[in-house]
């Protein structure tokens, strides 16, 4: 497995790097038979605190992401490593049950474009925005389950999916209030 470790505004001494190659080698060898790779960024900012982010690749098209903050780069480390804990261990039997994947789920998935969308600052009364940043990503076909899984491990608001019970497209994200919502378009109101 391989493991990046950067720093953003400060540069990362030896005995830091092997803190974090030692203590991420422990947590993933504990849950994880063959992670691809792992990206640690220590970020220093304007206040004088540490925020570690950390990026494990599990498989083919699942990432795990957890930050950590703290005045102690140490600490800060620590700190998303127990998150990355948490969350590994929260979904492990479901991370290493590849038959049932296998068995369940087609392996189909289909291309979508991503946009990241800027407003243009001189005019603010213009309903059309600049587009910055363009990305494709897969679809995948899972259960409503798998889709929450995958949205809590890669900590992003918003996941589309085939829904592996009726393969409609439908959207699981995090709402304002900490929970989880879901959009089903196939579900008749009654």
């Known amino acids: 497995m391989t493991i990046t470790i950067t720093g ?10 092997e803190f974090i ?4 080698e422990t947590v993933i060898t504990r849950y994880m038979a063959d992670p691809h790779d792992a990206t640690v960024t220590m970020v220093k900012d304007a206040h004088h605190q540490f925020k570690t982010d950390i990026t494990l690749h599990v498989g083919k098209n699942l990432v795990v992401h957890c930050t950590g903050s703290d005045s102690d780069p140490y600490k800060s480390v620590s700190s998303s490593l127990a998150k990355l804990e948490s969350q590994i ?6 991370l290493r049950d590849k038959k049932r994947h296998a068995a369940n789920h087609e392996h189909r998935s289909e291309l979508v474009q991503k946009f990241v969308i ?4 001189e005019d603010t009364h213009d309903d059309n ?3 910055i940043a363009e990305t494709t990503s897969e679809i995948h076909t899972l259960s409503v389950g798998d889709a929450v899984m995958r949205m809590d491990l890669s900590a992003t608001p918003v996941v589309i999916f085939r829904n592996a019970a009726n393969g409609e497209m439908n ?4 709402r304002a209030d900490g929970h989880v919502g879901w959009i089903d378009p196939s579900r008749k109101l009654a």
């Open 171 to 174: 959207v699981v994200f995090r």
């Open 8 to 17: 953003k505004q400060m540069e990362i001494g030896d005995s830091l790097k």
């Open 118 to 121: 800027k407003p243009q600052e």
């Open 89 to 94: 261990r929260r979904y492990k039997t479901r």
């Open 21 to 24: 190659d030692t203590e991420i």
């Open 129 to 131: 925005p600049l587009i």
